[in-house]
Each structure stands twice: as structure tokens, then as C-alpha cells.
């Protein structure tokens, strides 16, 4: 049972950060943090993204658990569970590197989902890259997809209402 801990740990740290990513995506990159993330919503036809600094972001949360974990780092004075933080952090980042950059955006690998979850996770990022700009705009996570119709009518009524300029109106 000296593994239960750390495992619960881990799986409880990777899906904290799902609602970290959820609202950091929402909040600073579609906020403040625009910058970096604006070239992620244009066309572009370069490897990498400014976008791709909020990866180091990430990675630098990982490291930080990973050094508040380590005796070697802090000696007496570390704090046990941050290794596996940490190591939930990163599984989260690998996960996220997989399912966002690789299959919904295919940078790393070239395959469509034809049904399933995989599917529409695809769809659900597809309509958060409908809107033109920062404001509005839907499906703000990155590993839970909620319903594509559900995410559709959001926009629909994001439109109406002046929030959302949308980049294709056959979408609604």
C-alpha cells in the first residue's frame, strides 16, 4: 500500500490541472496573456508558436514540485508529496502535448477521429478556434470535451449577442 498514496496523488494532481489549464486558457491566454497566445488562433505556417512558452509554464510548475519534493534540493525541509505533483504536472503536460498539439491540431501526427471521444474532442477545439479574436468563444479545456451541439449553441448565442465575431458561420 506504499504506492495507493502517491498514485492518488499523481491522478488527483493531473485532474486539478485540467481546471488549472481550463482557466488559465480562459482567463490569461484569452486575457492578459493574449500575446503569446494570438498566434496560436492564425494561420501561420511556422513550427512553433509564442503560444508554445505557456508548455514552459507549465513544465517550470513540474519542476518547481518536483525541487520542493527533493531532499536533494531542500534537505530536511522538503515537502514529500510535491514529487508526485510534480510528476502528475507533467503527466498532465504529456497528455496535453498528445491529445492538443498532436491529434487536434496534428502537428506531431496526421489522424481523424471518425467517432468516439477522440472525435469530439477535435470538435470541441475546432469550435474554440471559431471565434476571431479574444472574446467569447467556447470549450476552453483541453482533455474534457463537453457536446459539440451544446458548445454550438454558445456560440450561436455569443454571436447574437455581440460577444463572439465568428470565423465561420456555417458552424452555426
Same mark, same amino acid.
Given at each position: 500500500?506504499?504506492?495507493?498514496?502517491?498514485?492518488?496523488?499523481?491522478?488527483?494532481?493531473?485532474?486539478?490541472?485540467?481546471?488549472?489549464?481550463?482557466?488559465?486558457?480562459?482567463?490569461?491566454?484569452?486575457?492578459?496573456?493574449?500575446?503569446?497566445?494570438?498566434?496560436?488562433?492564425?494561420?501561420?505556417?511556422?513550427?512553433?508558436?509564442?503560444?508554445?512558452?505557456?508548455?514552459?509554464?507549465?513544465?517550470?510548475? %513540474?519542476?518547481?514540485?518536483?525541487? $520542493?519534493?527533493? &531532499?536533494? @534540493? /531542500?534537505? #530536511?525541509?522538503?515537502?514529500?508529496?510535491?514529487?508526485?505533483?510534480?510528476?502528475?504536472?507533467?503527466?498532465?503536460?504529456?497528455?496535453?502535448?498528445?491529445?492538443?498539439?498532436?491529434?487536434?491540431?496534428?502537428?506531431?501526427?496526421?489522424?481523424?477521429?471518425?467517432?468516439?471521444?477522440?472525435?469530439?474532442?477535435?470538435?470541441?477545439?475546432?469550435?474554440?478556434?471559431?471565434?476571431?479574436?479574444?472574446?467569447?468563444?467556447? %470549450?476552453?479545456?483541453?482533455?474534457? $470535451?463537453?457536446? &459539440?451541439? @451544446? /458548445?454550438? #449553441?454558445?456560440?450561436?448565442?455569443?454571436?447574437?449577442?455581440?460577444?463572439?465575431?465568428?470565423?465561420?458561420?456555417?458552424?452555426?
Amino acid at each position: 500500500m506504499d504506492w495507493f498514496l502517491p498514485l492518488l496523488i499523481v491522478l488527483a494532481a493531473m485532474l486539478a490541472m485540467e481546471g488549472v489549464a481550463w482557466s488559465a486558457h480562459k482567463y490569461v491566454m484569452h486575457g492578459f496573456g493574449w500575446g503569446w497566445h494570438r498566434d496560436h488562433h492564425e494561420p501561420h505556417d511556422h513550427v512553433l508558436e509564442r503560444n508554445d512558452l505557456y508548455a514552459l509554464v507549465g513544465a517550470a510548475m %513540474s519542476i518547481a514540485m518536483f525541487a $520542493a519534493g527533493s &531532499p536533494l @534540493v /531542500l534537505g #530536511a525541509d522538503s515537502w514529500w508529496p510535491g514529487t508526485w505533483i510534480g510528476l502528475g504536472i507533467m503527466g498532465y503536460g504529456v497528455i496535453y502535448t498528445l491529445i492538443h498539439d498532436g491529434l487536434v491540431h496534428q502537428r506531431y501526427f496526421h489522424w481523424v477521429p471518425r467517432r468516439g471521444y477522440a472525435k469530439r474532442l477535435v470538435q470541441a477545439h475546432r469550435l474554440h478556434h471559431a471565434t476571431i479574436g479574444k472574446q467569447g468563444g467556447v %470549450s476552453f479545456g483541453f482533455v474534457f $470535451a463537453r457536446d &459539440p451541439v @451544446v /458548445l454550438k #449553441a454558445e456560440l450561436a448565442e455569443q454571436r447574437r449577442a455581440g460577444i463572439a465575431v465568428l470565423r465561420e458561420a456555417e458552424l452555426i
